[in-house]
């Protein structure tokens, strides 16, 4: 399925799509990935289904001085990837309320989960204090919420 994709990835039925390819850097010494690597695929992840959704970051963060920051983060590791491994990282938002959106990811492998994450996202203003999420991320967000997602770990605190 990586091969389909574009390298942004593609949001299909509410769910993006992120490829990517395991390299030798994110192994560990037995030749699988590296634990602690699962959250970087998931940032990348997270990252790119913002901007599909037209949402870029680094603008918000530089006209507002609002950033997105993980609160808190669930990972169930259900079998390794290794080097060479081509990886789809599937990322649905689950749910927005006034500063923090939840997402829920999963790591997969030819269609197998390997890893599932559930993610609070807060929105942090001036002070790096929380603060409500922006109507225009409230908007880009909600349309992606809206479609109707296929995704086998449909639940997420």
């Known amino acids: 399925m ?7 990835g593609r949001i299909i039925d509410g769910v993006h799509h992120f490829p990517l390819r395991v390299y030798y850097e994110d192994t560990d010494a037995a030749g699988i990935v590296y634990y602690a690597n699962y959250l970087k695929f998931a940032e ?5 289904m913002m901007r599909c959704c037209g949402v870029d970051q680094e603008r918000l963060r530089r006209e507002t001085g609002i950033v997105l920051v993980v609160r808190r983060a ?3 590791f259900l079998a390794p990837a290794r080097l060479d491994d081509e ?3 599937r990322t649905r938002l689950v749910a927005h309320a006034g500063a923090t959106l939840e997402v829920a990811q999963e790591v997969e492998r030819a269609d197998r989960p390997l890893v599932r994450l559930e993610n609070r996202i807060a929105c942090l203003g ?9 109507p225009a991320l409230v908007a880009a967000v909600a349309a992606l919420s809206q479609k109707e997602p296929r995704m086998d770990n449909a639940h997420a605190h």
């Open 44 to 48: 990348r992840a997270r990252t790119e």
């Open 74 to 76: 669930i990972v169930d």
């Open 126 to 134: 001036a002070g790096l204090r929380p603060t409500r999420l922006p």
């Open 2 to 8: 990586t091969a389909a994709l574009p390298r942004t």
């Open 87 to 89: 990886l789809v990282v």
